[in-house]
């Protein structure tokens, strides 16, 4: 009798352990993503926001070595992304992803065709670059996107990882379906094309804007703490500097801000004497990014390095550059969840406070 219960606790234990290590391994954040992520930050602060902001009031060299500086952290942010794709692909490719044989052999197929076309873009001399690769891309991307989230959707993890899944789905989706509503609606001189497409643009523009909410719903601090009062303040500024940031944006630029924002982060939701008001779910979305990062737990980590690729590649990108930190966004997002689903039963729905 003894020893049956002995035995029965020691295979409990090995399934235990086993689940740990499984959670585990797509737990932890992929080499070189948070190169990526900070890469494409900086691309973000420097191509997309001090060049456009500096156009026409700075000097040539400040304007030139702005742009040499974009340059080399789009570059860096592109090819630190592949190789972290790479890990997630091979990752969730793996037999300890656990995910159904059709799902992984999908991800694999569209995956480990877009690495190497991204790759050679990325190399090659930009006049070798045609429009028609650019639409493959985007279709692959896109595509591999779906099979992401479903794949994630697969294991049933809490509900807030479940709906950031959801949302960031109806954010790509919509994005190109506009687009694509737009090219086949102006072709066939349909009347409605202009609305339907703006539907399906403004829409998806919304889901984008909640996913940091999304996030933050899986961010517990404990405040009481002295990493939980120290996430709590770096959140706040990171807040506060995007909020400043936008004042003096606008102050600045004046009429031209919804300009400049949709150049940015291609937003254009609200209407153009409401612009400033992006600073809201942006600093949100700055301050959630920080709490998660700053996080004890590696699945929080993960959704933070997540968020802050899709927040710094924008809406709807339309670029193999930022179209692949998406994807890669989407690949984290995807092992979070996975990860969150595999952890031990105790752990599962209540991941440990900053």
Same mark, same amino acid.
């Given at each position: 009798?003894?020893?049956?219960?002995?035995?029965?606790?020691?295979?409990?234990?090995?399934?235990?352990?086993?689940?740990?290590?499984?959670?585990?391994?797509?737990?932890?954040?992929?080499?070189?993503?948070?190169?990526?992520?900070?890469? #494409?930050?900086?691309?973000?602060?420097?191509?997309?926001?001090?060049?456009?902001?500096?156009?026409? #009031?700075?000097?040539?060299?400040?304007?030139?070595?702005?742009?040499?500086?974009?340059?080399?952290?789009?570059?860096?942010?592109?090819?630190?992304?592949? !190789?972290?794709?790479?890990?997630?692909? !091979?990752?969730?490719?793996?037999?300890?992803?656990?995910?159904?044989?059709?799902?992984?052999?999908?991800?694999?197929?569209?995956?480990?065709?877009?690495?190497?076309?991204?790759?050679?873009?990325?190399?090659?001399? /930009?006049?070798?670059?045609?429009?028609?690769?650019?639409?493959?891309?985007?279709?692959?991307?896109?595509?591999?996107?779906?099979?992401?989230?479903?794949?994630?959707?697969?294991?049933?993890?809490?509900?807030?990882?479940?709906?950031?899944?959801?949302?960031?789905?109806?954010?790509?989706?919509?994005?190109?379906?506009?687009?694509?509503?737009?090219?086949?609606?102006?072709?066939?001189?349909?009347?409605?094309?202009? /609305?339907?497409?703006?539907?399906?643009?403004?829409?998806?523009?919304?889901? &984008?804007?909640?996913?940091?909410?999304? !996030?933050?719903?899986?961010?517990?601090?404990?405040?009481?703490?002295?990493?939980?009062? #120290?996430?709590?303040?770096?959140?706040?500024?990171?807040?506060? %500097?995007?909020?400043?940031?936008?004042?003096?944006?606008?102050?600045?630029?004046?009429?031209?801000?919804?300009?400049? %924002?949709?150049?940015?982060?291609?937003?254009? $939701? *609200?209407?153009?004497?409401?612009?400033?008001?992006?600073?809201?779910?942006?600093?949100?979305?700055?301050?959630?990014? !920080?709490?998660?990062?700053?996080?004890?737990?590696?699945?929080?980590?993960?959704?933070?390095?997540?968020?802050? $690729? *899709?927040?710094?590649?924008? &809406?709807?990108?339309?670029?193999?550059?930022?179209?692949?930190?998406?994807?890669?966004?989407?690949?984290?997002?995807?092992? #979070?969840?996975?990860?969150?689903?595999?952890?031990?039963?105790?752990?599962?729905?209540?991941?440990?406070?900053?």
């Amino acid at each position: 009798m003894t020893e049956g219960i002995d035995s029965s606790v020691a295979a409990v234990a090995n399934v235990a352990t086993v689940d740990e290590e499984r959670s585990s391994y797509v737990a932890a954040v992929p080499p070189l993503t948070w190169m990526s992520a900070a890469a #494409a930050l900086a691309d973000l602060v420097i191509a997309r926001i001090l060049l456009l902001l500096g156009h026409g #009031a700075w000097s040539n060299e400040a304007l030139a070595a702005l742009d040499k500086w974009g340059g080399f952290a789009s570059n860096l942010a592109v090819v630190s992304a592949l !190789v972290a794709l790479s890990f997630c692909l !091979v990752s969730l490719g793996s037999s300890r992803g656990r995910l159904p044989i059709s799902a992984r052999a999908g991800i694999a197929g569209f995956g480990w065709i877009l690495v190497p076309i991204i790759a050679l873009m990325t190399f090659l001399p /930009r006049a070798w670059t045609r429009p028609e690769l650019v639409v493959v891309v985007a279709g692959l991307a896109h595509a591999l996107i779906l099979l992401l989230v479903l794949a994630g959707l697969h294991w049933k993890s809490t509900k807030a990882i479940v709906a950031t899944l959801i949302l960031t789905l109806i954010a790509a989706l919509s994005g190109v379906t506009s687009m694509i509503v737009t090219m086949v609606g102006r072709r066939a001189y349909w009347e409605h094309t202009d /609305r339907l497409a703006n539907a399906f643009r403004w829409s998806g523009e919304l889901a &984008y804007l909640l996913i940091p909410l999304g !996030v933050g719903l899986t961010v517990s601090i404990a405040w009481r703490e002295a990493r939980g009062k #120290a996430a709590l303040a770096l959140s706040g500024l990171a807040a506060g %500097v995007v909020a400043a940031g936008m004042a003096v944006w606008s102050e600045a630029v004046g009429s031209d801000l919804p300009d400049l %924002v949709y150049g940015a982060f291609r937003l254009e $939701l *609200l209407p153009e004497q409401h612009f400033i008001l992006y600073a809201i779910p942006l600093g949100i979305g700055a301050a959630v990014t !920080v709490a998660a990062v700053l996080s004890r737990d590696p699945i929080r980590r993960q959704l933070g390095a997540a968020l802050l $690729l *899709l927040l710094s590649a924008g &809406y709807a990108p339309r670029s193999p550059g930022t179209l692949l930190l998406t994807v890669l966004a989407v690949a984290l997002l995807t092992r #979070a969840a996975i990860a969150n689903a595999q952890a031990p039963r105790g752990e599962k729905r209540g991941l440990s406070p900053i």
